[in-house]
């Protein structure tokens, strides 16, 4: 029976450890999940709050308070409702009578337009009516395309009506699939509207009741959906925020300016099969040390009776000790690699969001850049003739607003989402563009350029834009390769050669070690000082590269300096024609 016992106390170690880690993983995960739901619920709610007042401000103006009292021209307030909704990034504008009938629309000169439909049965529209102000999500009747509906009353003298603006938020949607984040967004009645999971769409997490049902049906706000037959996502709603379902578990928190609700998820069996490691490696350590224990009292016993023994014994005690502490060292070394890249995921997705921010920023400053540029042309047409210092200044400040546009035109292309099917480019195009958004941070650095560049179209079968990043992240690596050099000159050059397109870009810098040039484009590998970079860009170029067929040549020579080429195959003379 005692021979039995080291097992038993392995078998009671490696339950109490799995309980213990299962209890903290789970609980590490319900944290990482209330930060994902708090940066979720800002973001849907900045999206919005962003369009939140359009209605108020769009209904101040006296075409639409004309075409509601009968007054005014129906086809001015489409123009009004048309350029006001693609101004502010609007999906739709539309304003609606007291009986409910769509009068006017921003999509009156398109297929699936509004004018003429009647949507007083929308809770959006009763809402207005009543309380001055509505919202509302719901799938289109007339477009089928889903969408949350702000709405505001509209009075002018006797008429009364409502205009409505329509959000699409299914670019919030795309972002989490892309971002491979487990989130989603359900309504007041805990039905999902959206989610980065497919299988969730127009589900409930919790049985709905027949007269919830009802009144779904009777807003028809999922239309097409048959949430009646849909499964439950979630099997189990415990107290609090905790929701768990098949082989998941998830955090919700509500929305109080919306009524929705914010759902994060996760994966349990990555977390269950963490915790069982952790107790196979608790029983294996417990049983190692009731071995030694073991061991050392039948050493006691083999001393009195063969001293000879001993030694073997314990030689044996302390290999077995030795190649448990290794495993113990190895398994350390595993989650240290772990949180490493973790942090590095984590350090990703922030500079995602500055970027979207960076976007967001550069879309701003358009405008008042296009005023200000107006304004100039403007006083330029007012001056006398014989005023030429003023229009010579006119004529610079004219100069350098037209710069600033340059450059916002350029960040508005490089951070716009490409499609994924290729085109004709001339390699020429992105290299000026490329050029023109690191000039700033050539300046700064005091770099300079030779550029070679063929005076014949160089073709190839690519994206532009992902063209375009390649090269910013070439110049970019090349520029802060030199910031210690003294001297600092970059060599650009655009060839075709034996049926393929060269684009070289070489640097005077630090160059790379030859134990590190084979690993630089390995993901997460940077030569830079720690925080300085993340080490994505070369493996992000040689992943685009491949999707063109295109492949990244890197030669380096320690304290002379770096050469990187792009190699892409030039489109045949059919294609050309083609184009």
Not at 95 to 108: E, F, H, P, Y
Not at 323 to 333: D, T, V
Request: aromatic share 6%; proline share 3%; charged share 20%.
């Amino acid at each position: 029976m005692k021979s039995f016992l080291p097992f038993f106390a392995a078998v009671l170690a490696a339950v109490v450890v799995w309980v213990a880690a299962q209890h903290h993983a789970l609980g590490v995960a319900r944290q990482e999940l209330d930060q994902t739901l708090l940066l979720t619920a800002r973001a849907v709610e900045a999206e919005v709050d962003r369009l939140r007042a359009l209605p108020d401000v769009a209904a101040e103006d006296m075409r639409i308070r004309s075409a509601l009292t009968g007054t005014g021209s129906l086809h001015e307030a489409n123009i009004y409702l048309e350029t006001i909704s693609k101004h502010a990034g609007a999906d739709e504008l539309f304003l609606l009578d007291a009986s409910g009938l769509t009068i006017a629309a921003s999509n009156w000169n398109r297929e699936g337009s509004f004018v003429g439909h009647n949507y007083a049965f929308r809770p959006y529209f009763q809402k207005a009516i009543q309380q001055g102000h509505g919202k509302f999500y719901a799938i289109g009747v007339t477009t089928g395309v889903p969408g949350y509906f702000l709405s505001t009353r509209v009075a002018a003298g006797d008429a009364v009506g409502v205009l409505v603006v329509k959000l699409n938020l299914e670019p919030l949607q795309e972002t989490w699939r892309a971002a491979g984040a487990d989130v989603a967004l359900a309504d007041e009645n805990g039905v999902v509207f959206l989610s980065a999971r497919p299988d969730w769409q127009y589900r409930p997490l919790l049985p709905l009741d027949e007269a919830t049902l009802q009144e779904i049906a009777r807003t028809r706000a999922y239309e097409g959906a048959t949430l009646a037959q849909s499964v439950v996502l979630s099997t189990d709603m415990h107290s609090g925020a905790d929701v768990s379902g098949q082989g998941w578990i998830a955090r919700v928190v509500s929305m109080p300016a919306t009524g929705w609700q914010v759902i994060a998820a996760r994966i349990t069996g990555p977390l269950y099969r963490v915790a069982m490691g952790w107790a196979v490696l608790a029983a294996l350590a417990t049983l190692g040390i009731a071995t030694g224990l073991m061991a050392w009292k039948q050493r006691r016993q083999i001393i009195a009776l063969r001293l000879s023994q001993s030694q073997n014994l314990e030689c044996m005690v302390k290999v077995r000790t030795s190649e448990l502490a290794r495993e113990i060292e190895a398994r350390a070394q595993v989650e240290s690699d772990l949180r490493a890249t973790q942090e590095a995921l984590i350090h990703t997705e922030k500079m995602a969001a500055l970027g979207r921010m960076s976007a967001a920023i550069v879309h701003e400053i358009s405008q008042p850049l296009a005023a200000m540029e107006a304004t100039l042309a403007a006083a330029e047409m007012g001056l006398r003739k014989d005023d030429s210092a003023t229009g010579l200044r006119l004529g610079t400040a004219r100069g350098l607003i037209k710069r600033m546009q340059r450059i916002t035109h350029h960040l508005k292309s490089f951070g716009r989402k490409e499609a994924g099917e290729l085109s004709l480019i001339d390699m020429r195009a992105p290299l000026t563009s490329a050029l023109e958004m690191v000039a700033p941070r050539a300046r700064v650095v005091g770099v300079t350029y030779n550029l070679t560049i063929s005076d014949s179209p160089v073709m190839v079968l690519a994206g532009a834009v992902r063209v375009e990043q390649i090269l910013v992240n070439l110049l970019l690596n090349a520029i802060d390769a030199m910031a210690d050099s003294e001297q600092r000159l970059i060599d650009v050059t655009v060839s075709a050669q034996d049926g393929q397109a060269l684009l070289c870009v070489s640097d005077t810098g630090a160059g790379i070690a030859d134990h590190d040039l084979p690993r630089v484009t390995e993901p997460f590998f940077s030569s830079k000082m720690s925080g300085a970079g993340l080490g994505l860009g070369l493996a992000i170029c040689k992943a685009i590269l491949a999707d063109f067929n295109g492949t990244l040549e890197i030669a380096s020579v320690k304290g002379q300096g770096t050469k990187v080429t792009v190699v892409l195959p030039l489109a045949m003379l059919a294609e050309v024609a083609a184009q």
